[in-house]
Structure formats: structure tokens, C-alpha cells
């Protein structure tokens, strides 16, 4: 039976629950993905499971190309050949305070940067403690912007100053002094001992191409940051035309991007980049209150943000499947030729309409 509350699917809109009978035969739905719109009855499914667990979970998504979100890590088996992936960002030093629910056992971690406050190099090594501890194989990390001392750049040129000076008491009177105590940032990468990090270029994991780079559009004047535009479009083209995995700190720009202000942060370039190459996910964090999945036809994106806007570390990570690299692989290129052939249709469609009213 339909009425306000009950859990629903909508076709090419996913699942939500009905907030208010329209009274003319509509229902009012809002999705997991925060949009809303007016459907008839027709067009709505009711979910078969109405309870509160299954309303709380995140939202299905099970793409074309095989890529699926584990919404529940702990009850849900990986297919047999498969491979998966935990993913965090933006824990801040707080690893160690989030919950062991929170930890699920993965095949490979990833960590989209921001792992530090001011990139402290003691909190780059008790990280590295709780990544050699944690019930997976593999783990790929990437710096963000408050990793400061692994841009040693920006560290010396203003960050050091910035962040890392230490009260230094007057013995002759009561002003305090403030001098600048730099960390050695050629010691940074080292703490991070057998863990893998990427910076502009990529590994193999599980057969898996896997790219990460930590750079993004100028935001605040921190670390790895570049105007917009040309500046990051050279980043991005550093990306391997086949990359399945590509993990940035920013994200692209309209997924996982939106601020607190509802304003978009992500990278356009970014975007173009992943429009112009079959990727099949791409990890990020970076904005903190865009924590969660989306997707279009061919890319499953996520904003593994761990620390909400209030930096307290409650976001679950999540947690994807891939299956079989070659099988992975030449299902998202299928799909992205299927889409660049109905793009390019669409296009001419639209030239051949503009030839006629030009006749006319």
C-alpha cells in the first residue's frame, strides 16, 4: 500500500522513500541521493524489505560494468575471483579512534589523503602502525592537502611557518616567542614504510592499475594546490589512458564535491579527464560533507570522507567489489564505446534538426 513513509524504486532514479501524497494521483519522493521528484503510482515499486535496518543502509548501486558497492561488508560474500576494497580519507590523526565496526577485512585499502592535521610526522607513523594492522593485504595511499610535509615545496616556502612553530618563553620578561621548528620532509614517505604511495603514478594491485595523485584546485592556500584550469588539466593528463582505480584527494567536479555552503568544489578537469578514458571507479575525499557514492553509466565515484564537517570520525568506509581485471575492463570499455556512439548519434541528430530549420 502507498502512503508517506513507505520505501520505494523508481527507474533510473534508484530507491527513496514517498514524503507527501500530492493528492492528484503523485507521490512525492525523495531518493538516498538527496533528489526529489513527483511520480504516479505506476511508476513506483515498493521495496520488499520496509525495516528500519534495511532503510538505513546506503543505497544499492550495482554497476554495468560489474563494479558493486558492499553495503554490508560484514554479511555480504565477495564473488569467487573477485577483489575488494575498503576505502577511507580524511582522518586527520583520528584513525585510531575509529570504531572496529568501522574496519571491515578487505582484499586492498585505500586511503585518498588528508591522513594527518599538518602533515606531523609522529602522526604519519602511528598511522602507518594502524595501516600494518588492519585486516587487509594491500594498502594504497595517496597525500591531500593537509599532508603538508609531503610537499616539500610548499612546506618550506610557507607551510612550516604556517603551522609549525613552538612557543619560546623570554627569560628576561613575559613575552613568548615563536620560532619555527620544521620537520625533515625527506623523512615523510619513509614512515610510511611498506605501505605503497602514490604520487603521480600508478601500481599494479590484484591486477588492477591503480593511479593516485593528490593534487586540486587552489582551496585555502594549502598543500599539492593549483589555480584551475590549464594548471590541473596537466595534471590529469599524466593519467594512463587504462587506469581501473584512479584515486585522487579532490574530487571531479559534480560527484561527491558539494560543501557545507552548497556550493561545488571538485576539479572540471578532473571530470574531463575521467570522461576521455574507460575508468571504472574513482576514489576521493577531500570535502568532508561529500561523503558517499555516485555514478554515471561507466565510473562508480566515491567520497570516502571518514571525519564528518565537524572532524569527528564516523563516516563507515566504504566498500566496493570489482570483478576479474580483464572482465572489468572490457565491460567498462564496452560501455564507454556503447555511450560515445549514442552521444555521437544524439550530436548528429541535433546537427540534422538545425539543417532543416535552416531550410525552412
Not at 621548528?181 to 604520487?199: M, Q, T, V
Not at 588539466?233 to 567536479?253: F, G
Not at 568532508?288 to 570516502?304: E, V
Amino acid at each position: 500500500m502507498m502512503q508517506v513513509g513507505t520505501r520505494v524504486e523508481v527507474d533510473s532514479h534508484g530507491p527513496g522513500i514517498i514524503a507527501f501524497d500530492n493528492g492528484d494521483g503523485t507521490w512525492n519522493v525523495e531518493f538516498d541521493d538527496e533528489s526529489e521528484g513527483d511520480f504516479e503510482t505506476s511508476q513506483l515499486k515498493v521495496c520488499g524489505d520496509q525495516s528500519l535496518q534495511q532503510l538505513s543502509l546506503p543505497p544499492e548501486i550495482v554497476m554495468e560494468s560489474g563494479v558493486r558497492r558492499v553495503r554490508q561488508p560484514g554479511v555480504e560474500t565477495k564473488p569467487k575471483g573477485w577483489t575488494r576494497f575498503v576505502c577511507f580519507s580524511n582522518t586527520h590523526g583520528k584513525h585510531n579512534s575509529i570504531p572496529k565496526h568501522h574496519c571491515p577485512e578487505a582484499d586492498v585499502l585505500l586511503h585518498a589523503g588528508n591522513f594527518t592535521n599538518t602533515g606531523e610526522l609522529e602522526q604519519v607513523k602511528d598511522f602507518n602502525e594502524w595501516l600494518e594492522a588492519y585486516p587487509a593485504k594491500y594498502k594504497v595511499v595517496i597525500a591531500g592537502n593537509h599532508d603538508i610535509t609531503f610537499h616539500e615545496e610548499y612546506y618550506f616556502d610557507r607551510g612550516a611557518e604556517r603551522f609549525h612553530k613552538q612557543a619560546v618563553p623570554d627569560q628576561n620578561s613575559a613575552t613568548i616567542n615563536f620560532e619555527v621548528k620544521p620537520y625533515d620532509c625527506s623523512k615523510a614517505r619513509g614512515c610510511l614504510k611498506d605501505n605503497i604511495y602514490l604520487e603521480d603514478n600508478a601500481v599494479e594491485m590484484c591486477g588492477y592499475t591503480i593511479y593516485g595523485s593528490p593534487w586540486q584546485p587552489e582551496f585555502c592556500d594549502w598543500a599539492f594546490m593549483l589555480l584551475r584550469g590549464q594548471p590541473m588539466r596537466v595534471i590529469w593528463a599524466n593519467v594512463p589512458e587504462c587506469v581501473d582505480v584512479l584515486l585522487t584527494h579532490t574530487p571531479p567536479y559534480g560527484f561527491g564535491d558539494r560543501t557545507e555552503e552548497n556550493a561545488r568544489a571538485g576539479c572540471e578537469m578532473l571530470k574531463a579527464a575521467i570522461e576521455q578514458r574507460p575508468v571504472s571507479v574513482n576514489v576521493c575525499g577531500h570535502i568532508h560533507s561529500g561523503y558517499g557514492c555516485s555514478s554515471d553509466d561507466i565510473t562508480l565515484y566515491i567520497n570516502a570522507s571518514t571525519c564528518d564537517s565537524r572532524y569527528r570520525p564516523i563516516n563507515p568506509p566504504i566498500v566496493f567489489d570489482l570483478p576479474p581485471p580483464e572482465e572489468l575492463r572490457a565491460a567498462t570499455r564496452r560501455t564507454a564505446k556503447r555511450n560515445q556512439i549514442e552521444q555521437h548519434s544524439a550530436c548528429r541528430g541535433e546537427h540534422a534538426g538545425d539543417a532543416v530549420m535552416d531550410l525552412v
